[in-house]
């Protein structure tokens, strides 16, 4: 059952989103800048949580642990492609240029976030995030691997897939089971799927299109973009009724540093160690 967000106690939960830092235009301005489409943090207000945007930081393992002492839910947002190196493959040819500032960060934040228990969602390149963080594995160009462009069709123009839900899933419970049109707009997908993480959607070619967490903790992650559809905001509900949760359960949370639902296991190379 999704909530108002309220946790309670009156206090509207807060919801860390991460962004991109890229060259931006203003005015007389050209500058690097934080960057988040708009649709991100509107998909979390209008669900009942407060939106903090969160961008690359130096430092990455003790900003995180700052920053989500204030937070009580994480989105993993989209963007460029994950370092290969991360999982132990060497760079196709076509994957995107490394930004170790952004992968170093978001791995920091989802660390923590586990160690906390708090709940995570994870949006296109934050599900392959999560999958490479549990010790999975990424399809680097899915043309090659599915022979299909249905996922990306450029030019900004977000393609329409169906997803197939399983029924009893989590995210059953918030979209239904069985087919779901949903917006795609990516050429990387899963490959092996890291531990700890059961597969709950796929398209008719097998490539899995949302898992979630087998533990008690709440890590949802989808391929697809959800924030493209104003009408449909059920996953960003069920996230802030989930910070909901976190945020009424107070100074039990705040601080805790326990043991993540999983072993974090070691990428192919060690880099995960």
Request: proline fraction near 5%; glycine fraction near 14%.
């Amino acid at each position: 059952m999704v909530s108002n967000g309220s946790n309670g106690e009156g206090r509207r939960p807060v919801i860390g989103l991460t962004t991109y830092l890229e060259q931006a235009k203003q005015g007389v301005w050209d500058v690097r800048a934080a960057f988040l489409p708009q649709q991100y943090f509107d998909s979390v207000t209008a669900s009942g949580g407060i939106a903090v945007l969160l961008p690359p930081q130096p430092e990455p393992d003790a900003a995180a642990a700052a920053v989500l002492e204030g937070l009580d839910g994480l989105i993993l947002t989209g963007g460029l492609d994950v370092d290969p190196s991360l999982y132990g493959a060497e760079r196709h040819p076509l994957t995107d240029p490394a930004r170790p500032d952004r992968d170093a960060w978001e791995l920091a934040l989802f660390r923590g976030a586990e160690e906390r228990r708090m709940p995570v969602l994870a949006i296109c390149r934050g599900l392959q995030l999560v999958n490479v963080a549990r010790g999975g594995t990424l399809h680097q160009h899915l043309p090659e691997a599915l022979g299909t462009e249905r996922f990306r069709i450029g030019g900004g123009v977000f393609a329409t897939n169906e997803v197939v839900v399983d029924e009893g899933s989590r995210l059953a419970e918030l979209v239904g089971p069985g087919g779901l049109d949903v917006h795609s707009y990516h050429h990387q997908g899963i490959d092996r799927l890291g531990a700890g993480l059961v597969a709950t959607a796929r398209t008719d070619d097998g490539l899995v299109q949302a898992f979630e967490s087998d533990g008690e903790g709440y890590v949802l992650g989808v391929q697809w973009h959800p924030e493209e559809n104003r009408e449909d905001r059920r996953l960003f509900a069920g996230l802030v009724s989930q910070a909901s949760v976190y945020a009424g359960l107070g100074t039990r949370r705040r601080g805790e540093r326990g043991t993540s639902e999983t072993t974090r296991p070691e990428a192919a190379n060690g880099v995960l160690a």
